[in-house]
């Protein structure tokens, strides 16, 4: 099945830096959306776009939907140890029904 | 609580045994959906219902079965457990943020079969 691209497929950052990461397709996308996944659970959603060249922010996070809809940027300011986790970008395709096609994640570490 | 929740959270089985995996979920959402999750290959689509008897193959179906007869509910079933199957199995359900679909997801079962 189709993948969006996340890479690399880990990071490592020191508290206090910002990071920055990308999800890309070949496809367009009317729906990108970024979860979280702490060790043991579920994916949370963080952060929902639904327009192109749409940016969103929630907290420390921003995440922009972009242009040619073939593509969403993550941002994290000032991390913190709790930022730690996987971070999976999702998006609906049109006439999907629903269905969201995933990244395979990146996990963040944040060292003190 | 109202939310989306999975029973049990740990399973451990026998190679040929039957599981089934339960999913409930209290927002009265239309879409629900099941997920296996395995290193190397992300979150991987097996089942999804658009609605009560509703039901359709996701990206990897084979010896899985899925029922809906109520809204709120969605069980997985395995019906001949294979080691192949030990994985990490989540439930999610669409709902409507400012009109628009937004998946949540359950906690998870994290399954072994021996």
């Known amino acids: 099945g189709q993948q969006l691209n996340q890479s690399p497929q880990s990071m490592f950052i020191q508290e206090g830096e910002d990071v920055s990461m990308n999800c890309t397709s070949s496809?367009?996308?009317?729906?990108w959306l970024w979860y979280k996944q702490d060790p043991g659970e579920g994916p949370v959603l963080l952060i929902a776009l639904y327009k192109a060249g749409e940016l969103t922010s929630n907290g420390r996070l921003t995440a922009q939907f972009g242009i040619t809809r073939k593509d969403s940027f993550l941002n994290i300011s000032a991390s913190i140890p709790s930022d730690v986790g996987i971070y999976f970008c999702a998006g609906q395709r049109p006439g999907a029904n629903s269905k969201l096609t995933f990244g395979k994640g990146i996990t963040l570490s944040v060292r003190p | 609580d109202a939310g989306i929740t999975q029973s049990p959270r740990y399973k451990i089985t026998e190679t040929g045994r039957q599981v089934t995996l339960m999913c409930h979920q209290t927002w009265s959402h239309s879409y629900m959906f099941w997920y296996r999750q395995d290193l190397g290959h992300g979150l991987r689509l097996i089942y999804y219902s658009a609605a009560a008897d509703i039901t359709d193959k996701g990206e990897v179906p084979d010896g899985y079965v899925v029922s809906r007869s109520k809204t709120e509910n969605f069980p997985l079933t395995l019906e001949s457990a294979t080691r192949s199957q030990t994985s990490v199995y989540f439930c999610?359900?669409?709902?409507?943020?400012?009109?628009?679909?937004?998946?949540?997801f359950g906690p998870g079962t994290r399954l072994t079969v021996l």
């Open positions: 496809s367009i996308f009317n729906t």
């Open positions: 999610a359900s669409t709902g409507q943020v400012w009109g628009t679909d937004t998946q949540y």
